[in-house]
């Protein structure tokens, strides 16, 4: 039991060793650097230009799309490293687990792609006209 207190406490020791370094360094930054604040100094600095209009852009939703679907397999990935690791103390099991795992994430991306989330441009609807009707007297009738 002494040891896991032992091992808890040099966790705790690191920990305020760490905040000890990271307050100190910025304590140190602060008493040691020049502040003359001035309008050049505080306006918004975007690579060497000037900011054009609002920050509060609105963004096209498919990169959100393809971004979570990129998250989804990159989570998978670090799921299946440590499986293909270990692969032959597993057994067949671990493999129909793995594949069933997998197989999830691709009935996803199927349904997906068939919804049509991953086309970047959206074909558009060719919806058909009405044919005019006959122009009418302005009471309705046509005759």
């Known amino acids: 039991m002494d040891?896991?207190?032992?091992?808890?406490?040099?966790?705790?020791v690191f920990l305020?060793?760490?905040?000890?370094f990271v307050a100190g360094g910025y304590l140190t930054a602060r008493m040691l650097r020049p502040s003359r604040p001035n309008p050049?100094?505080?306006?918004?600095?975007?690579?060497?230009?000037e900011a054009?209009?609002?920050?509060?852009?609105k963004f096209n939703i498919r990169f959100y799309v393809v971004a979570l679907i990129f998250i989804i397999f990159d989570v998978?990935?670090?799921f299946l490293y440590p499986w293909a690791t270990v692969f032959k103390q597993l057994g067949e099991f671990a493999l129909f687990e793995a594949l069933v795992?997998?197989?999830?994430?691709?009935?996803?991306?199927a349904y997906a792609w068939v919804k049509g989330d991953l086309d970047w441009v959206r074909p558009t609807p060719n919806i058909p006209k009405?044919?005019?009707l006959p122009a009418g007297k302005p009471d309705g009738s046509r005759g």
Do not use: D, H, R
Not at 52 to 57: I, L, N, R, Y
């Open 3 to 12: 040891q896991t207190l032992s091992g808890f406490g040099n966790v705790f």
């Open 40 to 49: 050049e100094k505080n306006s918004t600095y975007e690579c060497g230009e």
């Open 101 to 109: 795992f997998a197989g999830i994430l691709i009935l996803g991306l």
């Open 76 to 78: 998978e990935v670090v």
């Open 130 to 132: 009405m044919p005019e």
């Open 16 to 20: 305020a060793l760490g905040i000890v």
């Open 52 to 57: 054009v209009g609002s920050a509060w852009v």
